[in-house]
T-cell receptor
Framework: ETGVTQSPTHLIKTRGQQVTLRCSSQSGHNTVSWYQQALGQGPQFIFQ???????GRGNFPPRFSGLQFPNYSSELNVNALELDDSALYLC??????????????FGPGTRLTVL | AQSVTQLGSHVSVSEGALVLLRCNYSSSVPPYLFWYVQYPNQGLQLLLKYTSAATLVKGINGFEAEFKKSETSFHLTKPSAHMSDAAEYFCAVIYSGGGADGLTFGKGTHLIIQP
């Protein structure tokens, strides 16, 4: 069974640019959640996708957007990058949307640096 | 709104000593509670979770936690620390039925094991 994978591992962008991060869910999982983890902080929930539809969102602006594909892989897109967007971005997959009952399996993350 | 407070950003114990990491939660409805561990340059791994069954929860690697509603606490313990336990630990909460809202994490506690 393949776990959650993310690409790229590291990424450097400049302010104002756009970035796309990718996540491949664990086999059989139909739900993916994205989190932002700033240095020295706990992860913060960005949004969740279930069967290709966004069905939950945290306190992040619209320039953070996502996609989930029929094979349940996922993308996180961030437009107009700001310095504060520098963080580790984690995706987590689960079977079903009940995050309390269905364990979320986390990938290793993508480290984004905005200069 | 739900929140989690982890007391102590850094905890240092000697190898073989008791590990106690503190977590207090705030949730207006019955919560599900989690402890995750994060090793350097890795994603989050679930240690244990409370989902309204037994209040004493046993997890992996010898860790356990006790849900105390009267104290709104979910402290993590391990009787005897091992060098391999050195890592960042996160407490997280989600209220039952709040799957689409994502997990709310504390800021984390860095566990240091002294030889």
């Amino acid at each position: 069974e393949t776990g959650v994978t993310q690409s790229p591992t590291h990424l450097i962008k400049t302010r104002g640019q756009q970035v796309t991060l990718r996540c491949s869910s664990q086999s059989g999982h139909n739900t993916v959640s994205w989190y932002q983890q700033a240095l020295g902080q706990g992860p913060q929930f960005i949004f969740q996708y279930y069967r290709e539809e966004e069905n939950g969102r945290g306190n992040f602006p619209p320039r953070f957007s996502g996609l989930q594909f029929p094979n349940y892989s996922s993308e996180l897109n961030v437009n107009a990058l700001e310095l504060d967007d520098s963080a580790l971005y984690l995706c987590a997959s689960s079977l079903g949307t009940s995050g309390g009952y269905n364990e979320q399996f986390f990938g290793p993350g993508t480290r984004l640096t905005v200069l | 709104a739900q929140s989690v407070t982890q007391l102590g950003s850094h905890v240092s114990v000697s190898e073989g000593a008791l590990v106690l990491l503190r977590c207090n939660y705030s949730s207006s409805v019955p919560p599900y509670l989690f402890w995750y561990v994060q090793y350097p340059n890795q994603g989050l791994q679930l240690l244990l979770k409370y989902t309204s069954a037994a209040t004493l929860v046993k997890g992996i690697n010898g860790f356990e936690a006790e849900f105390k509603k009267s104290e709104t606490s979910f402290h993590l313990t391990k009787p005897s620390a091992h060098m391999s336990d050195a890592a960042e630990y996160f407490c997280a909460v989600i209220y039952s039925g709040g799957g689409a809202d994502g997990l709310t994490f504390g800021k984390g506690t860095h566990l240091i094991i002294q030889p």
